[in-house]
């Protein structure tokens, strides 16, 4: 089910090949039983740290960094406590100075939502956005199962 942003189906376990696993909680319940829309969220927040973790070396990259300027998140259907969230994650796009990420979530073998997220890169001092570097550039777009489509 691709979106009228890119060409990668997110609903597809074939196209990560980065997945974190969240243990679902109790309290990620709502009052009808199944997980809460506000957990998934969560659950891309902790596929996206993860999976951007590494990427910017505070000492190589003093004073630079990357903030969280927008998530979308599609319910596609319900899931439910107990078990395992996986969160899928890749690269859909690279931009000069953001870059937007893709997730699939999945739990007992099906997609349960699809997410995608932009980070801004940019200096804490000056709090203004700056070009990805050249090298963190080529570091998100190694893999090819992860490489950004323009």
């Known amino acids: 089910m691709p979106s009228d942003t890119h060409d ?11 997945f974190t696993p969240v243990t679902v909680r109790y309290s990620d319940q709502d009052e009808l039983g199944h997980i ?3 957990s998934y ?8 740290v993860a999976f951007l973790g590494g990427f910017l070396d505070e000492e190589k990259y003093p004073g ?6 927008r998530v979308a998140v599609n319910y596609l259907r319900e899931a439910h406590f107990p078990g395992i969230m996986e969160v ?4 859909i796009r690279l931009g000069n100075k953001s870059m937007t990420t893709g997730y699939g979530l999945f739990k007992d073998g099906h997609c349960v939502a699809t997410a995608e997220s932009v980070n801004v890169f940019f200096e804490t001092g000056s709090r203004a956005s700056i070009e ?15 490489k ?3």
């Open 148 to 150: 950004a489509r323009a």
């Open 41 to 48: 969220t969560a659950y891309v927040e902790s596929g996206r």
């Open 36 to 38: 809460n829309n506000c």
């Open 64 to 69: 630079i960094d990357f903030l969280l300027a």
């Open 8 to 18: 990668i189906d997110l609903t597809d376990r074939a196209n990560f090949a980065f």
């Open 132 to 146: 990805i570097p050249d090298d963190v550039r080529a570091s998100l777009t190694a893999d090819p199962l992860q």
């Open 88 to 91: 899928g994650t890749r690269i």
